[in-house]
């Protein structure tokens, strides 16, 4: 998985805590990342829907729809995109002891305990949203992160 599924979700985060849109460069000194990489991940969210930018004076990010409807799998797929993370290329059929392809009618087990450790993990990544993240992170600052965040919002942008 790559920085960027992670820079995206915590981007995600905060601008559920907005209350109007946030320019990236403000996201990527928020975050202490590199401004250029950090407009690539805000892209690839605004091509599968899940940000929208506005231009202008006020312009920047915007969640698409509610930190409660939006899954972590999604922001995933928008920046990984949705190729299986294991990808069997039958090592079963090579070497000096090979299967013959037509004893390899479904899939090795190796290949089908990965499936199912996909499957897991893509599951519990859809039960996942954003606001649970966000509710974690209340919990795990004492509920001071995200007044901090929306003060330091408002005083940058103003």
């Keep these: 998985m790559s920085s960027g599924v992670e820079w995206a979700l915590h981007c995600c985060v905060v601008l559920g805590q907005a209350s109007e ?3 990236a460069t403000q996201l990527a000194t928020l ?3 590199s401004p250029s990489y950090l407009a690539k991940v805000l892209q690839a969210l605004s ?7 506005t231009q202008g004076a006020v312009g ?6 509610a930190p409660t409807e939006l899954s972590v799998l999604d922001v995933v797929l928008a920046v990984d995109g949705d190729e299986p993370a294991f990808r069997c290329t039958e090592i079963r ?3 000096p002891l090979a ?3 037509q004893d390899c009618g479904r899939p090795c087990a190796v290949a089908r305990a990965m499936a199912a450790a996909e499957a897991a993990w893509r599951a519990a990544l859809a039960a996942t949203t954003i606001a649970d993240i966000a509710a974690d992170v209340e919990t795990d600052t004492g509920g001071t992160a995200f007044p ?3 003060t330091w919002l408002h005083t940058t942008t103003h």
């Design 31 to 33: 975050h202490g990342v």
């Design 93 to 95: 059929q090579r070497g």
């Design 148 to 150: 901090r965040l929306r």
């Design 60 to 65: 920047g990010y915007q969640l698409t729809s």
């Design 99 to 101: 299967a013959r392809p």
């Design 47 to 53: 091509r599968r829907g899940i940000v929208r930018s």
């Design 21 to 23: 849109p946030v320019p």
